[in-house]
């Protein structure tokens, strides 16, 4: 009798779907060097009176949204390591296990997202603030 293993479709969706989310984080990764170059250029202007506190809640920001990066590259190499386990069709009760895994793993990557977005239009707000401000008064912008 010829036995054929088939992959589940689920498998692959959430495969494939957790790729996409690894190709996020390696991306957030790149360009959070990106934001911290463009604070550290303007660090000085910014911490000045007018620009302080905005300076401060960024700064925050970007503390919290570096340990959710952190965590959520963790989490999802483990769930990719569960995924790359589970080479068969989604029974014997892992295919429950995976959905919630899953869901969880988009509400974490979902959050990261919409966190990340917001620091940096907060960030780019505040320098482009800073760089029209220094226009106004004639100043070079850096």
Do not use: C
Request: proline share 2%; hydrophobic share 40%; charged share 25%.
């Amino acid at each position: 009798m010829n036995t054929t293993n088939t992959i589940d479709p689920t498998y692959i969706q959430y495969h494939a779907v957790a790729r996409h989310w690894a190709s996020d984080i390696d991306f957030f990764k790149i360009e959070i060097v990106f934001l911290h170059h463009l604070l550290d250029d303007h660090f000085m202007l910014l911490s000045g009176p007018d620009y302080i506190d905005s300076l401060k809640g960024i700064g925050k920001k970007f503390l919290q949204i570096e340990k959710d990066k952190y965590q959520a590259d963790k989490e999802l190499m483990d769930y990719i390591k569960i995924l790359e386990g589970q080479t068969e069709n989604l029974v014997d009760g892992h295919g429950e296990l995976l959905a919630i895994k899953h869901k969880q793993m988009e509400h974490t990557m979902v959050h990261l997202n919409a966190t990340y977005r917001t620091l940096k239009k907060e960030l780019f707000a505040l320098v482009i603030a800073l760089i029209q401000d220094r226009k106004r008064q004639g100043l070079p912008a850096a």
